[in-house]
C-alpha cells in the first residue's frame, strides 16, 4: 500500500514539472493590477483586499539550474495572471491540503494587501515549516486576509525543500562560485527578500519596515537568517514560532559544518547510482524523491552562515532587529523526538525531571523547543541592542484537547483562519486569535507587540526572565520548568 501511495505522489510531482504560461498579453478581466521589476501582473480583489499570487521571485531552479543559488526570474510583456496560487515546491509527502500540483518550478510568493491604502505600509513575510522537507506558502492557515485587514502587507513564499533545498556535495562546492554548497532552500528565502525589497512598494508596502516570521522550519530559518550576512538589511524585524537553529546539533541530524554535509550528499549520490552532478540533474524528479533521505540547512558552510547559528548569536554578529519568539506547552505531543541524549553522569538528573509523567519523551521535546527559543531571547537580549519578546501558547484545539497545546497550534491563531481547520471554535478562540494577530502586527508596525488595550507585554529580560503567557486568560508568569530549563543550559553547553 506504502509503495502504491509512493507512486501516486512522484505521478503528481512529475505531472507538475513544468509550470503553466500565465503571461496574457491581451488580458482584459478586471482586478487590480501592479507594475514591479519584471512586468505588469494582475491579481484579484473582493472585501477591500488586494490578492496577488503565484508571482515568480526567481528564475525555475531546474535542468542546469537544479542545484544552483536562484537566479533572477525572467520578465514578460503584457499582463501576468496573479490570480492562483504557483505549483508547491517538489516534496516526497503528499501536501495536507489539497491544492496547486508539485513542480521543481515553484518559486513563487503570494501578497494580500488592503485595496485602500494610502501610505507605506508594514510587510511581513511567512516562512512555511515542515522539518525543511514539507510544505508550501499557499495553505489555507496561511491566508494573508486578516493581516491586510489590519494594515499589513502580508507575503507567503515557497522555496526549495528536501535534496532539492539542501544537499551539499563537493562537486556542488567546486563549481560555485562562492565556494559552497547546500543552503538552496536558504538562498531562496534570501532571493524572496531581495524582490521584497525591489518591488513591494508597488503593493503599498515599506520596503524599510520587513518583518520575517515563520514556524517549526520556518522559525529555523529565520534564525538562520538573522544570522546569516547574506541577509543584512533585507529585514527589520523577526518573529520565530516554535523550534529554531540554536541546538548545537544544527537541528534534529547534525550538519555542523560543509564537510560533513558534503559526506551526506555523496551518500545519497551513491543512493542514486550517479556517479557526477552533470548525471544527478539529468535524472527525472521522481527519482530525487524517490530515494528521499532527510536534509537540513549546513551551519559553518562558510556562505550563508561563518559559524555555528548560537555562536553568531553569542558572539554578537547577528543581525541585530527586534525579536519576537516563542514555544507551546506541549510541542511534544506531536513532535515526540528524542532531543536530548544525556550520558550516564547526567541520567540520574535527567530521568527525575520526568519522574510520573504521561508521555517522558512528549515532554522531553517540549522542554527542548522551548529551551531553544528560550536560547534565542536570551541571546538576542544580551548580545543585541534590539530587545527580545518570548511568549509561551497555552490553547488546546477545542476538538483535540488530548493533545494540548501542541507543536504548530498556533499557527491558526496568529493568522486568524480558525476556520481553515474543522474545529468547534468558541468565542474564546476567537478572543484569543485577535489578541496574537494584533501582537504580531503591532510588533511588525513598531518592534513592540504591545499597544494600549492589550495586557502588557514586558522586554525579555534574561536576569529577571519574564514571558507572556497566550491563553484564555493571557498574563505575565515565570520560566515554565525552570529547573529543566537549568539543566539543558549546561547540557547543550558541554556540547558546543
Known amino acids: 500500500m506504502r509503495s502504491r501511495l509512493f507512486a501516486s505522489l512522484l505521478c503528481c510531482a512529475a505531472a507538475g514539472i513544468a509550470a503553466p504560461d500565465r503571461s496574457l498579453a491581451e488580458d482584459t478581466r478586471p482586478g487590480p493590477t501592479a507594475e514591479i521589476e519584471q512586468g505588469i501582473v494582475r491579481g484579484t480583489s473582493s472585501d477591500g483586499i488586494e490578492r496577488y499570487l503565484g508571482i515568480p521571485y526567481a528564475a525555475p531552479p531546474t535542468g542546469t539550474l537544479r542545484w544552483k543559488a536562484p537566479q533572477p526570474a525572467d520578465g514578460w510583456q503584457g499582463v501576468r495572471d496573479a490570480g ?192 557526477s552532478i552533470a548525471e544527478m540533474r539529468a535524472l527525472p524528479l521522481e527519482d530525487i524523491l524517490s530515494a528521499f533521505t532527510f536534509f537540513w540547512p549546513t551551519e559553518r558552510d562558510g556562505y550563508v552562515l561563518p559559524d555555528l547559528v548560537y555562536n553568531i548569536f553569542a558572539e554578537g554578529r547577528q543581525n541585530d532587529v527586534p525579536t519576537l519568539v516563542g514555544s507551546n506547552s506541549y510541542e511534544g505531543s506531536t513532535i515526540r523526538m528524542e532531543w536530548v541524549r544525556p550520558d550516564e553522569q547526567e541520567r540520574a538528573e535527567f530521568d527525575g525531571f520526568y519522574e510520573g509523567a504521561e508521555d517522558k519523551l512528549a515532554q522531553s521535546a517540549t522542554d527542548a523547543v522551548q529551551w531553544q527559543m528560550r536560547s534565542w531571547a536570551e541571546l538576542q537580549s544580551r548580545t543585541g541592542e534590539e530587545d527580545a519578546w518570548l511568549y509561551w501558547f497555552d490553547k488546546a484545539w477545542p476538538g483535540k484537547r488530548e493533545q494540548g497545546a501542541f507543536h504548530g497550534g498556533e499557527m491558526v491563531y496568529v493568522f486568524q483562519t480558525l476556520e481553515s481547520e474543522d474545529q468547534p471554535w468558541t468565542d474564546e478562540d476567537r478572543r484569543l486569535s485577535e489578541l496574537m494577530a494584533s501582537y504580531w502586527a503591532n510588533f511588525a508596525r513598531q518592534g513592540d507587540p504591545n499597544r494600549p488595550g492589550l495586557p502588557r507585554w514586558p522586554a525579555y529580560d534574561p536576569d529577571e526572565p519574564r514571558l507572556m503567557e497566550l491563553s484564555p486568560d493571557p498574563k505575565v508568569i515565570e520560566t515554565p520548568r525552570a529547573d529543566v530549563q537549568q539543566f539543558l543550559d549546561g547540557y547543550f553547553a558541554k556540547r558546543r
Open 84 to 275: 492562483s496560487f504557483g505549483p508547491i515546491c517538489a516534496q516526497s509527502r503528499a501536501p495536507d491540503v489539497a491544492g496547486p500540483a508539485m513542480s521543481e518550478d515553484c518559486l513563487t510568493l503570494n501578497i494580500w494587501a488592503s485595496a485602500g491604502r494610502e501610505e507605506a505600509l508594514p510587510v511581513m513575510v511567512w516562512i512555511h515549516g515542515g522539518g525543511y522537507q514539507f510544505g508550501s506558502g499557499s495553505r489555507p492557515t496561511f491566508d494573508g486576509t486578516a493581516f491586510a485587514e489590519k494594515g499589513i502587507v502580508l507575503v507567503t513564499i515557497n522555496y526549495r525543500l528536501g535534496a532539492l533545498g539542501f544537499m551539499a556535495h563537493p562537486e556542488l562546492t567546486a563549481e560555485a562560485p562562492y565556494g559552497s554548497s547546500g543552503n538552496y532552500g536558504i538562498l531562496d528565502q534570501i532571493a524572496a527578500l531581495r524582490w521584497v525589497q525591489q518591488n513591494i512598494a508597488a503593493f503599498g508596502g515599506d520596503p524599510g519596515n520587513v518583518t520575517i516570521f515563520g514556524e517549526s522550519a520556518g522559525a529555523g530559518a529565520v534564525n538562520i537568517l538573522q544570522a546569516s550576512p547574506l541577509a543584512e538589511g533585507l529585514f527589520h524585524k523577526a518573529i520565530g514560532e516554535s523550534t529554531s537553529q540554536m541546538d548545537p546539533d544544527g537541528g534534529l541530524i547534525g550538519r555542523q559544518d560543509l564537510n560533513s554535509a558534503g559526506e551526506y550528499g555523496l551518500a545519497f549520490a551513491d543512493k542514486l547510482g550517479a556517479e
